[in-house]
């Protein structure tokens, strides 16, 4: 059974510029949470996905967004980076609620 | 509001015995424990519900104290493979999404 993929897995961005970050989650999942982590922060919630809704959000600007696709996949989108951006992106599936299946995430350095 | 972890970091023997805490100031429906090895993603090790349940995982288990929202991670006779940053993550009531704690960063030495 194929896990969660993220792609890309690195990427060097600047300042002011957009980034969308893609997310394949486990076949059968149709949840598809995303996280922010640095370091000393932890695993900072952005937002949750359900059959193409957006079911929870966490407490970042509006210049981060998402979707999701009929066939579960996700993408997330960070516009206007700023050097406070750099983290490492992880996407989780789940079949609803429980255990999540997280992705090696999408490593992002903004310059 | 993150959940908040004690201790951050810890070095223990091979052998040894660890706890690690989860505290929340918000009435928890649940408590999950996941752990991360350094460059690769958090997996899962266990989920408690309200209802004050334990739960083991080989040798490691955790308790869930629904009155002091409270949950202990158990590792006993820790092992090299024990290594790595152990995250508990909340949900409260009303609200689906889980929120991390910020890490407890365990090291096991020979």
């Known amino acids: 059974k194929a896990g969660v993929t993220q792609t890309p897995r690195y990427l060097i961005k600047t300042r002011g510029q957009q980034v969308t970050l893609s997310c394949s989650p486990i076949?059968?999942?149709?949840?598809v949470s995303w996280y922010q982590q640095t370091p000393g922060q932890g695993l900072q919630f952005l937002f949750e996905?359900?059959?193409?809704?957006?079911?929870n959000k966490g407490n970042f600007p509006g210049r981060f967004s998402g979707r999701q696709f009929s066939n579960s996949r996700s993408e997330m989108n960070v516009s206007t980076l700023e050097l406070g951006d750099s983290a490492l992106y992880l996407c989780?599936?789940?079949?609803?609620?429980?255990?999540?299946?997280f992705g090696e995430g999408s490593r992002l350095t903004v310059l | 509001q993150q959940p908040v972890q004690s201790p951050q970091a810890v070095i223990l023997r091979e052998g040894e015995d660890a706890v690690i805490n989860c505290s929340s100031s918000?009435?928890?429906?649940?408590v999950h424990w996941y752990r991360q090895k350094h460059g690769e993603a958090p997996v899962f090790l266990m989920i408690?519900?309200?209802?004050?349940e334990q739960k083991g995982h080989e040798k490691i288990s955790a308790s869930f104290n629904e009155k002091k929202q409270q949950s202990s991670l158990y590792l006993t006779a820790s092992q090299l493979s024990y290594s790595g940053t152990y995250f508990c993550?909340?949900?409260?009531?009303?609200?689906?999404?889980?929120?991390f704690g910020t890490g407890t960063r365990l090291t096991i030495i020979p």
């Open positions: 989780a599936s789940s079949r609803n609620t429980g255990e999540l299946f």
């Open positions: 076949s059968g999942h149709r949840s």
């Open positions: 996905y359900f059959s193409e809704t957006q079911r």
């Open positions: 918000k009435a928890l429906y649940s």
């Open positions: 408690l519900l309200k209802g004050g």
């Open positions: 993550g909340t949900e409260d009531f009303g609200n689906e999404k889980l929120t």
